[in-house]
């Protein structure tokens, strides 16, 4: 049973580029969670999608932006990069939130 | 709003010596509480959970229990093993499992 999948594995962007991260949940899950985790950080909510709707949202500016496939998948989209995005994007899946799965994450470069 | 605190590391302690780390929260309502740890070179696992008051989590020789009280959800193992070493997030969420709040990390060293 393949686990949560996320890609591409590393990012290296320039400032005021586009960025769109995808992720794969875990067989079975049907809602994805999404969180930045800054070196030495815990992770910080992003927000969450269940029934491809944004159910929750962290305190994060509309640059950060999600969507949700028929399929369970999942995309983080962070538009107008700035060089504070540098983070690793970790990808949490789960049934209806409870007891979440996490990816291994992609590391973000903003140059 | 919803916050966790977690004291910091590094924690160093030497094989079989008791752990305690320390998890403390501020929510509304009555939120479901999580330890979770990233091993070196590994993702975040989940290693315990608590979704009520004086519930008690425990996994692989660790246990927190959920106290609304002291607003409290202190890590605890009486004998660490080397292979215990690695960080250590407290965690809340909402009660629907919406919205969760990591603490920022407890880094544990066990040395032999």
């Known amino acids: 049973d393949a686990g949560v999948t996320q890609s591409p594995t590393h990012l290296i962007k320039t400032r005021g580029q586009q960025v769109t991260l995808r992720c794969s949940p875990k067989?079975?899950?049907?809602?994805v969670s999404w969180y930045q985790q800054a070196l030495g950080q815990g992770p910080q909510f992003i927000f969450q999608?269940?029934?491809?709707?944004?159910?929750q949202r962290g305190n994060f500016p509309d640059r950060f932006s999600g969507h949700q496939f028929p399929n369970y998948s999942s995309e983080l989209n962070v538009n107008a990069l700035l060089l504070g995005d540098s983070a690793l994007y970790l990808c949490a899946s789960s049934l209806r939130g409870y007891e979440q799965y996490f990816g291994p994450g992609t590391r973000l470069t903003v140059t | 709003g919803d916050s966790v605190t977690q004291m910091e590391g590094p924690v160093t302690l030497s094989e079989e010596a008791f752990l305690t780390i320390n998890c403390t929260y501020t929510?509304?309502?009555?939120?479901?509480l999580f330890w979770y740890v990233q091993y070196p070179g590994e993702g975040l696992q989940l290693l315990l959970k608590a979704t009520k008051a004086d519930d008690k989590g425990s996994n692989k020789g660790f246990e927190a229990t959920y106290r609304k009280e002291t607003t409290s959800f202190h890590l605890e193992k009486g004998s660490v093993q080397v292979s215990d070493s690695a960080v250590y997030f407290c965690?809340?969420?909402?009660?629907?499992?919406?919205?969760?709040?990591f603490g920022s990390g407890t880094k544990l060293n066990v040395k032999p």
């Open positions: 965690a809340l969420s909402d009660r629907n499992f919406n919205k969760f709040y």
């Open positions: 067989s079975g899950h049907d809602t």
């Open positions: 999608y269940y029934e491809e709707e944004e159910r």
């Open positions: 929510a509304t309502g009555y939120p479901s």
